[in-house]
T-cell receptor, first 108, second 115 residues
């Protein structure tokens, strides 16, 4: 069965500290992988996609096909990074499958 | 990118009634989807809204409970029928096919509370 796992429900870090959000997937084939973010009182929006290999707002994510992981990282967290983050593989006809989400709190 | 609006933004309904949620996009889009986000849960895909034909429902969702219309490439509705308190959720519309790399854009959501 196709599955995506985000093991951390909550993650709290200090400002300036590194942050890593874990994502593991179990899919047949090679899905496209995305990270979506939802800031307080805002709608869900795309943060990163593995295919473009971009760095957005200081975040990067590396697809590790051997470990079937797509962890999200940022070396120096900022207070404005506090949000809910969803890992989302894309399968068949644009369909996204969302992980449970990780709430990140960055403390001053 | 696409700008998506949803109506209503929130509603409180009595059990046994039905509510229709509208999703309007500012440009023509290929794909439109409806998601549900139950309290404290992640997003679950309900169905793909197909223009000119019946929606494609995911496992666990049926047309009688969640009828969907898509009369054109910029508009869709989702009806939550014969509501019960378990239907209390945020319902989100999303679109794809307007940008590269399969990016989806999401509406602001409709927060439904069923008493």
């Amino acid at each position: 069965a196709q599955r995506v796992t985000q093991p951390e429900k909550l993650l709290s870090v200090f400002k300036g500290a590194p942050v890593e959000l874990k994502c593991n997937y179990s899919y047949s084939g090679s899905p496209e992988l995305f990270w979506y973010v939802q800031y307080s009182r805002q709608r869900l929006q795309l943060l990163l996609r593995h295919i473009s290999r971009e760095s957005i707002k200081g975040f990067t994510a590396d697809l590790n096909k051997g470990e079937t992981s797509f962890h999200l990282k940022k070396p120096f967290a900022q207070e404005e990074d506090s949000a809910m983050y969803y890992c989302a593989p894309l399968w068949g006809d644009y369909k996204l499958s969302f992980g449970a989400g990780t709430t990140v709190t960055v403390r001053a | 990118s696409a700008v998506i609006s949803q109506k209503p933004s929130r509603d409180i309904c009595q059990r046994g009634t039905s509510l229709t949620i509208q999703c309007q996009v500012d440009s023509q889009v290929t794909m439109m989807f409806w998601y549900r986000q139950q309290p404290g849960q992640s997003l679950t895909l309900i169905a793909t809204a197909n223009q000119g034909s019946e929606a494609t429902y995911e496992s666990g969702f049926v047309i009688d409970k969640f009828p969907i219309s898509r009369p054109n490439l910029t508009f869709s509705t989702l009806t939550v029928s014969n509501m019960s308190p378990e239907d209390s959720s945020i319902y989100l519309c999303s679109v794809a096919g307007t940008a590269a790399f399969n990016e989806q854009f999401f509406g602001p959501g409709t927060r439904l509370t069923v008493l």
